[in-house]
């Protein structure tokens, strides 16, 4: 079956590092990959997508790029603030049939002044 | 839009009490899931539902769990009777899902249940 595996937390660092959270999925076909992040007392909020080989998805100053040869999907980040403290997931969605997302166990990333 | 609203936000209940948590999807949306989080198992996936009809509830850990979406607005998590196992953070999401493509999901901010 279709899953997501995440590299173990917590990943700690200071501000202004460099980040890199690796994901790596397995899945038939071709499936959409995401990354979601869920801050504090919230629900999870959608950071950004791929949805084919070679797609970089980017927001906030992420980045992650959809590698089919390597099955990956790693979140970077150049520079991380105070405020990118949050647990982040990656997922998938399958390329057929009902698309239901599959989560990987969630890292927790603490950025410290 | 206000996003997807759950209510409760937050449940203390004794064992064996029946709980219902309640979620009112994105206007529009037509795929509506419930998801529960605890540090142990991380986020599974319970039950979604696909145009108010339940596609796929392998993920209901028991008989003691129920979902129901009457309409297009409206969805309810029940558990009878609770047990402390069950405390968790109970998160529903909706989205519209499209025949291929991303399947983009907004979450709620959640229902915290505790059962003593």
């Known amino acids: 079956g279709n899953s997501v595996t995440q590299m173990e937390g917590p990943v700690t660092l200071s501000e202004e590092a460099f980040l890199t959270i690796n994901c790596t999925y397995t899945?038939?076909?071709?499936?959409?990959l995401f990354w979601y992040v869920q801050y504090p007392g919230e629900g999870l909020q959608l950071l950004l997508k791929?949805?084919?080989?070679?797609d970089k998805g980017s927001n906030k100053g992420f980045e992650a790029t959809y590698r089919k040869e390597t099955t990956s999907f790693h979140l970077e980040k150049g520079s991380v603030q105070v405020s990118d403290s949050a647990v982040y997931f990656c997922?998938?969605?399958?390329?057929?049939?009902?698309?239901?997302?599959?989560f990987g166990t969630g890292t927790r990333l603490l950025v410290s002044p | 839009d206000a996003g997807v609203i759950q209510s409760p936000r937050h449940e203390v209940t004794e064992m064996g009490q029946e709980v219902t948590l309640r979620c009112k999807p994105i206007?529009?949306?037509?795929?509506l899931f419930w998801y529960r989080q605890t540090m142990m198992r991380g986020l599974e996936l319970l039950i979604y539902?696909?145009?108010?009809?339940?596609?796929?509830d392998s993920g209901m850990p028991e008989d003691r769990f129920s979902a129901k979406m009457p309409n297009a607005s409206f969805s309810t998590l029940k558990i009878q009777p609770s047990e402390p196992r069950d405390s968790a953070v109970y998160f529903c999401?909706?989205?519209?899902?499209?025949?291929?493509?991303?399947?983009?999901?907004?979450f709620g901010a959640g229902s915290r249940l505790t059962v003593l």
């Open positions: 999401a909706s989205s519209l899902a499209y025949s291929s493509g991303a399947n983009v999901l907004t």
């Open positions: 899945a038939t076909g071709y499936p959409s």
């Open positions: 791929a949805t084919k080989a070679d």
């Open positions: 997922a998938l969605s399958a390329s057929t049939g009902f698309q239901k997302l599959v």
């Open positions: 206007s529009g949306h037509n795929s």
């Open positions: 539902f696909n145009n108010n009809v339940p596609i796929d």
